[in-house]
């Protein structure tokens, strides 16, 4: 039996996007897989007061459970409650890269899908795009499309290099497609290792700095869809104090280097109104996790390292939404 997304308590990103593109702002759109991720991303926009896109992608509903999933997302509209306010919440599929998955997760409970056509030829896109949109339309559901390709790893697909979105086609795609946000490829890319060193200058405090985004695209989709929602995927910062906890711990992260977050205040201040993070808070987790169990071996209670995993997490996306995204208190 299908289940829409206002039986679970949630909404769907059509008013949240036009309030951020209006007020200068992005929502936070956060990967999750378990139980903690999902803690501490509603403890964080809480407390921050910050409406939040809980994402999943088609790896992470393999590995929680489409009925547990569904369950976890109506949980979470009670809990932000018991949490003492109720920010609002969109349950969003990430990557979804056919129509099958799209109307799975509609049926599902998902207040929002991506449907990522930006591997085929442009037709096809627009084909794929336009016959998602028809169905979640039908169930209240938003539509994220993408244009241009993003360098490195999604859902086992491997893109060596990123292909620029083409600003010429933008307005075509949103017209013929009725998409309710747009993905744009601007230099950005998924993973830890978005930048090796060779690629960055050093500042003058010795910290290395890529190249910067190319903000003229974006301006150019602008003008040609002026108002339109546009979502930046691959914008965690990778943040060197976990990179070196995880190394001082065991681990072997070399050359991580992703997008200051500089940059990604001015993308949230301009028609970006979703900024997509999931390897930071891999990265948060994993450097807790490496630290608890490096200094206690004897520990072998989950709840002894996830609970400081969790605590950092909530940390670093109360900072994203006090600081980067500027979505705090717009809730
Ligand atoms: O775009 C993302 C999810 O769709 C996540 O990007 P990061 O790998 O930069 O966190
Ligand atoms: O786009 C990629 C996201 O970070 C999700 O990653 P995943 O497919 O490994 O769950
Ligand atoms: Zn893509
Ligand atoms: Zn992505």
């Known amino acids: 039996m299908a289940v829409n997304y206002k039986e ?68 979470a509209t ?8 109720e920010v609002p919440i969109v349950l969003h599929l990430d990557h979804g890269d056919t129509f099958e998955i799209c109307k799975e997760c509609i049926d599902n409970g998902f207040s929002s899908v991506m449907i990522d056509g930006s591997h085929h030829p442009y ?36 893109a060596e290099e990123s292909t620029y ?5 933008v307005e075509d795609f949103v017209k013929r497609t009725g998409v309710d946000s747009l993905a744009i490829s601007i230099g950005t890319s998924h993973g830890a290792h978005k930048f090796t060193p060779a690629q960055c200058t ?39 104090e976990h990179i070196e906890t995880i190394n001082k711990y065991g681990g072997k992260l070399d050359a991580a280097v992703g997008i200051p977050e500089e940059q990604l205040r001015k993308a949230a201040a301009s028609a970006v109104c979703k900024i997509n993070i999931d390897s930071d808070g891999r990265l948060a987790m994993t450097a807790a996790i490496r630290k608890v169990m490096a200094e206690n071996p004897g520990e ?27 979505s705090a208190g717009k809730a």
């Open 300 to 326: 072998f209670d989950p709840r002894k390292y996830l609970g400081p995993a969790r605590d950092a997490l909530k940390v670093l996306y109360m900072h994203k939404n006090n600081n980067v995204l500027g």
């Open 8 to 75: 679970l308590g949630l909404v769907n990103s059509k008013e949240l996007f036009a309030k951020a593109v209006a007020g200068g702002y992005a929502i936070p759109a956060y990967n999750f897989n378990n139980l903690e991720q999902l803690q501490a991303i509603l403890q964080a926009c809480v407390e921050t007061k910050s409406p939040v896109i809980l994402q999943v992608s088609s790896g992470a509903r393999k590995y929680a459970n489409a009925t547990l999933l569904r369950n976890m997302a109506k949980g």
């Open 78 to 85: 009670e809990y932000v409650k018991e949490l003492g306010y």
């Open 165 to 169: 979105t083409r600003p010429e086609e």
């Open 202 to 240: 050093k500042n003058a405090d010795g910290v290395l700095v890529p190249p910067p985004l190319k903000f003229e695209i974006l301006e150019e989709i602008e003008k040609r869809i002026p108002g339109f929602p546009i979502v930046l995927h691959g914008s965690s910062s990778v943040p060197a």
């Open 123 to 158: 037709e096809k896109n627009v084909e794929l795009t336009k016959q998602v949109v028809e169905y979640a339309h039908k169930h209240g559901v938003t539509v994220e499309g993408e244009l241009g390709v993003l360098a490195g790893v999604e859902d086992d697909v491997v």
